[in-house]
């Protein structure tokens, strides 16, 4: 009962975290330090009754989930929020949670092998957000255009966006990142690709019109969305409780399916 009541009480400070994430790109560090605060008395009362293996679990979970986000955050795969909320749950749910509810066994497909809540969280949200390169793709499918074939893989990162009409966009409240960096070069001005993107604003987009305006440049732009990660880690950690590690069931079906025709 302790793990739902746990499980059901981190439910909240995600949700609103994804929340803040979708409308502004924050995520305040009150949420975290409040959350951490507020459930303690859960990790508390495990480690006094789980003792000394509980607690060499919660400092296995914690400090590998430290080393592991802080690379991601430096790799720039996500962001400082992302990294909190996982060094969180890694504190708060270091033991994989197991749950029965009218005679049915959570997680559905079994506790996995390696049995770190916040890793099977963040292998769960990196699972969904793979979702949205095929939506993209499908986007640019539908607004197809042969300018399009010059960058191919563009079409899994970004999509075409007029510049004139990015400004509007920006006073919608749009959060879009140019998927491509520009920089003069023998009197031209050349495009670069700009990895995790460049944050799209006022200035930013003036130059954008300056540089059309004077002809150095398409009128088109390739842009990213950048969707905050907080939703997909919010999805995978309801989907870690209820259902368990996607990607570790996905790979044992693939190999399971190579040994048919062993």
């Known amino acids: ?11 909240p400070f995600l949700l609103y975290s994804s ?37 060499l679990h919660l400092l296995f979970s914690f400090f590998l989930i430290f080393a592991l986000t802080y690379l991601l955050f430096k790799a720039k795969v996500f962001g400082g929020a992302d990294m909190k909320a996982l060094v969180v749950l890694a504190i708060l749910v270091p033991v994989y949670p197991t749950l029965e509810f009218h005679g049915l066994n959570f997680p559905l497909l079994g506790v996995p092998p390696i049995k770190l809540f916040a890793l099977t969280v963040l292998e769960n949200a990196l699972f969904l ?27 899994l990162i970004a999509y075409r966006v ?8 920006l006073e919608k409240g749009r959060h879009l990142r140019l998927a491509e960096r520009f920089e003069f070069k023998n009197g031209k001005l050349k495009p670069h690709f700009a990895g995790s993107g460049i944050v799209l604003n006022s200035n930013v987009l003036s130059r954008l019109e300056a540089h059309e305006e004077n002809g150095l440049m398409d009128s088109f732009i390739w842009v990213t969305p950048g969707l905050p990660f907080m939703v997909p880690i919010t999805a995978g950690f309801i989907m870690t409780a209820l259902i368990g590690d996607l990607i570790f069931h996905v790979v044992m079906k693939f190999f399971a399916f190579l040994r048919l025709f062993a």
Do not use: Q
């Open 19 to 55: 929340y803040t994430d979708l409308t502004t790109r924050r995520v305040p560090n009150r949420v975290w330090k409040l959350m951490l605060l507020s459930l303690s008395g859960f990790v508390l009362y495990e480690a006094v009754v789980g003792g000394t293996p509980y607690i």
């Open 1 to 11: 009962m302790i793990e739902l009541l746990k499980l059901a009480a981190c439910l």
């Open 162 to 169: 007029k510049i004139k009409d990015l400004r509007v966009l």
């Open 129 to 155: 957000t793979a979702a949205v390169p095929l939506g993209l793709f499908c986007y640019n499918l539908l607004h197809f255009n042969p300018e399009m074939l010059k960058k191919p893989l563009y079409m």
